[in-house]
């Protein structure tokens, strides 16, 4: 009896001590603003709007307290119960380990790796961007509440991937101004907006649809968010270092006409169409001016594209006005410059350190501070963060539940699968037949490498290989890296490949590119494999007992002409950097489990483009100079494969089924005098975008049957390109208006639409930069159709 009233006292005394310690636990935020005894100021007040609390904070700081809220880790003010802040986080593709503002050492031990930007481009899937966005934007706020990350992320990448050999086009959605600019679209509005779980469609693949965007706060204000993204590098930045020109340097001399209708519209879509709450500038001058300094280049953002976020430098990028390019005589000089330009955070210290000197020689002044304040505070506003303790916010319920779900480590898989790009397929070889693979040898030192994901990726879930994956099809799978390492500076390997290549039935070889060839701060100066790489995949082609299969990785383009060539290469499949699920992807395409259904986001361009400099900033072709113009739209040289190739194991055919082939146009009638005098210069004929009334009102349609002819389900890209009526100086000869991703099961055919707004994808910039439509007959083309709509007055 005793010994029961003992025990009985014991649970109970477990029991409270169990309770005890789960009241006491730590919070993982034990200091947010507005808590006891600080809460009773204005700007804790929630029922105010948040203008007016913005101006509330700003009114209880001092000089000082202001200054230190211009880096990117802000100080606590302890007498105002202001917590320190970390403004820099990476969520690219996937929580990043990169900004300060990540750590992996508290619950969340790593996130979900999806593929890196490039080859997700490559499923030309807006649905797909979005989900991914907002996959990643829960783990980003799961770990926010378990105090391991912060609620400012900056992220998407989205400069055009001009040069081929820029070391961070893989974190770009390829050379389309188009394609880049729906990106962002998705990125953006996915990643800062709650999605609902009900409402959800179905998308073009594998039922990973958008969902109803909603918010639960009323908020008069306007948006509020769940996180912030940030749309870089403002602007023209796709340089690390070439010779003796770097980024940090680099002056890019960019006409008005590519200005416009290449290098700034994906930017003017992140802002006007995405809402992104932040922009980065960049490190680099845009035609002398560092871009951070530059205040006609800021200006803009707010006063024609209506910016109301934060604007953030590159690290160190105010630093780089005075130490590199020498723009100002101070360091005083620099930060006061880019605060007046426009500028409101600086990542780095420079700031904290030169604003207090450059305040007291009068070349800042406290609404120069003031301003730049304003739009940082109502960013925070918005995303809740004076709202009190965030275990009792919206969304203080996700927590590591919420990570390396199942759901997104398969969309991750999804999205390697859709992005993966059959570039050749001799003789039909893929998909092989699992029956007829007893022994599969996988060679190549990327073929060992651990949840290959490429720049400013996180810790992934599970550490998988791209050999791992081939494991559940081929028990008996050999390896040999053949090179010690991607630079592939010795044949000292090859034997062992060799080896095991003639013992196998077949041979993949998996060669490319890795961070050692292409990253931040890194360019490439050729497009052919690194060192003995070719020697390698040709030497397996003539030992193997049959053709090999050839495995890119890397996100920038190869000159592999001479696989392309050699019979006894039978396919060639690129695979960027898929992440942690991405040789499962692989594994499944080669063994026909998934078709194939990426298409190239930019050209693949031959070893002899890199005769072109990197620092000439032209998108047009120069014929009378030997300049043969950048990606698709322009470039008139020789090259392997184009922009939009992927190969199928199935076929497609497409039928147009409506389409109008008239569009009558009208102007403002004090307009008229205008486009008269602008016809009189030129025996082609155009108007000027902007002199289109209500030019929203001429969108049309175009109603399409897609055909799968073969005997596998598939998916197919629809690429609709145009060509302008005439010979318009500076016009693109061809340019992307509208694609979509469609599943078509065997023999069966599905029905969708494009839509085509032609003042703003069939319009380009002239010369002064002006949006301006041609008149006459454009062929809009796609797949085998040509379809002529006339565009008249």
């Not at 037949?433 to 030192?445: E, M, N, Q």
């Not at 403002?668 to 009102?697: F, M, T």
Request: aromatic content about 10%; some cysteine; hydrophobic content about 35%.
């Amino acid at each position: 009896m005793t010994k029961n009233i003992h025990l009985l006292f014991l649970l109970i005394l477990l029991h409270i001590l169990g309770f005890s310690i789960h009241l006491t636990k730590s919070n993982p935020h034990p200091q947010f603003p507005c808590q006891p005894p600080h809460h009773k100021y204005p700007f804790c007040n929630k029922n105010l709007p948040i203008s007016t609390r913005v101006k509330s904070l700003i009114s209880f700081l001092t000089i000082d307290e202001k200054i230190l809220h211009l880096s990117d880790n802000t100080s606590s003010i302890p007498r105002l119960g202001l917590p320190a802040y970390e403004w820099w986080s990476e969520s690219l593709h996937g929580i990043g380990t990169n900004g300060p503002g990540i750590n992996f050492n508290g619950p969340i031990k790593g996130s979900t790796s999806f593929p890196q930007v490039i080859l997700t481009a490559a499923a030309f899937n807006r649905t797909l961007w979005h989900s991914i966005a907002s996959a990643i934007a829960v783990e980003a706020r799961a770990m926010y509440n378990t105090g391991q990350a912060g609620l400012t992320f900056w992220a998407p990448n989205i400069n055009v991937f001009r040069d081929p050999r820029w070391g961070r086009g893989q974190e770009t959605p390829g050379e389309d101004p188009m394609v880049v600019s729906a990106y962002a679209i998705e990125y953006v509005t996915g990643f800062q907006e709650l999605n609902s779980k009900d409402n959800k469609e179905s998308s073009d693949d594998h039922g990973f649809g958008k969902t109803r965007r909603v918010l639960k706060e009323d908020d008069a204000d306007g948006d509020r968010l769940m996180l912030s993204a940030c749309c870089k590098h403002f602007t023209a930045y796709d340089l690390e270092k070439w010779g003796d020109v770097t980024r940090y340097n680099f002056n890019a001399v960019v006409t008005k006409q590519d200005m416009e209708d290449t290098f700034q519209a994906p930017f003017r879509s992140c802002i006007q169409q995405g809402k992104a709450s932040c922009l980065m500038c960049t490190y680099n001058s845009v035609n002398g001016v560092p871009a951070c300094a530059d205040t006609e280049l800021l200006d803009k953002v707010r006063t024609d594209w209506g910016f109301d976020g934060y604007i953030t430098s590159d690290c160190d990028a105010v630093a780089t006005i005075y130490e590199n390019h020498n723009y100002t005589k101070t360091p005083e000089d620099a930060v006061a410059v880019a605060l007046k330009a426009g500028t409101n955070i600086n990542c780095g210290t420079y700031m904290l350190r030169h604003v207090k000197s450059a305040f007291q020689q009068g070349n800042v002044l406290e609404e120069d501070l003031d301003r730049a304040l304003q739009y940082l505070f109502a960013v925070q506003f918005r995303l809740g963060l004076f709202d009190g303790d965030p275990a009792d916010g919206q969304f203080a319920n996700f927590g590591p539940q919420d990570v390396c779900t199942s759901k997104n480590l398969n969309l991750a898989l999804d999205a390697a699968r859709q992005g993966i790009v059959l570039l050749k397929n001799d003789k039909k070889f893929l998909p092989l037949d699992k029956r007829c693979v007893s022994t599969l040898a996988i060679v190549g030192p990327m073929a060992n490498v651990s949840s290959p994901g490429g720049t400013y990726s996180g810790v992934p879930c599970k550490f998988k290989s791209i050999r791992e994956g081939f494991h559940r099809h081929v028990n008996r799978t050999f390896h040999a890296a053949g090179c010690l390492d991607v630079g592939c500076n010795s044949t000292a390997g090859f034997q062992d490949a060799i080896t095991i290549a003639k013992e196998a039935d077949y041979v993949i070889v998996v060669a490319g590119l890795d961070l050692s060839q292409e990253t931040e701060d890194h360019d490439r100066y050729s497009l052919l494999l690194p060192g003995y790489q070719t020697n390698l995949v040709t030497t397996l082609a003539a030992e193997s007992k049959k053709p090999i299969i050839l495995v890119l990785t890397g996100g920038g383009p190869v000159d592999v002409s001479f696989a392309e060539k050699d019979p006894r290469i039978a396919s060639i499949l690129w695979v960027a950097y898929p992440g942690e699920t991405g040789g499962k992807a692989l594994s499944e395409i080669i063994f026909g489990y998934q078709n194939p259904g990426g298409k190239l986001p930019m050209t693949w361009y031959l070893e002899s483009f890199t005769k072109v400099p990197m620092t000439d900033m032209n998108m047009r072709a120069d014929p009378a100079n030997g300049y043969p113009g950048r990606t698709y739209r322009f470039y008139t040289g020789d090259l392997l494969y184009g922009f939009g190739h992927g190969l199928s194991y199935t076929s497609f055919s497409s039928q147009l089924l409506s389409a109008p082939s008239r569009l009558s146009l009208s102007l403002a009638k004090s307009n008229w005098k205008r486009s008269i005098l602008a016809q009189e210069h030129s025996r082609l004929g155009y108007i000027h975008v902007d002199e289109v009334p209500n030019c929203s009102l001429s969108k049309f349609f175009i109603h399409i049957s897609v055909m799968n002819d073969g005997d596998m389900d598939g998916s197919h890209v629809l690429l609709l390109f145009s060509s302008v009526p005439q010979n318009i100086q500076g016009a693109p000869q061809k340019q992307l208006v509208g694609f979509d991703r469609v599943h078509v099961p065997a023999r069966k055919s599905v029905e969708t639409s494009l839509l085509v707004d032609p003042c703003e994808v069939l319009s380009f910039a002239n010369d002064q930069g002006n949006r301006i439509l041609a008149l006459g007959e454009y062929t809009l083309i796609l797949d085998d159709i040509e379809h002529v709509v006339s565009i008249e007055m």
